[in-house]
């Protein structure tokens, strides 16, 4: 499989993932938003740079 067919795949399939929840929960994801829009700007650059670093640690691990 060439690299750009990889990046593609990937792309598509995150896309499928961050689709799940608003399409299916909508509800459940609106209140999640709200929840996040109510975290200081400290605890959600937190999540951020949690979310970062385990993508990261994923992405070389694979």
């Not at 990937?10 to 829009?37: D, H, K």
Request: proline share 3%.
């Amino acid at each position: 499989m060439e690299r750009w067919e990889i990046v593609l795949l990937s792309l598509g399939w995150f896309l499928v993932y961050e689709g799940l929840l608003p399409a299916f929960f909508t509800r459940q994801y609106r209140e999640g938003i709200e929840r996040l829009r109510a975290l200081p700007d400290r605890a959600l650059r937190n999540v951020g740079l949690f979310m970062l670093i385990l993508g990261l640690g994923i992405v070389w691990a694979v």
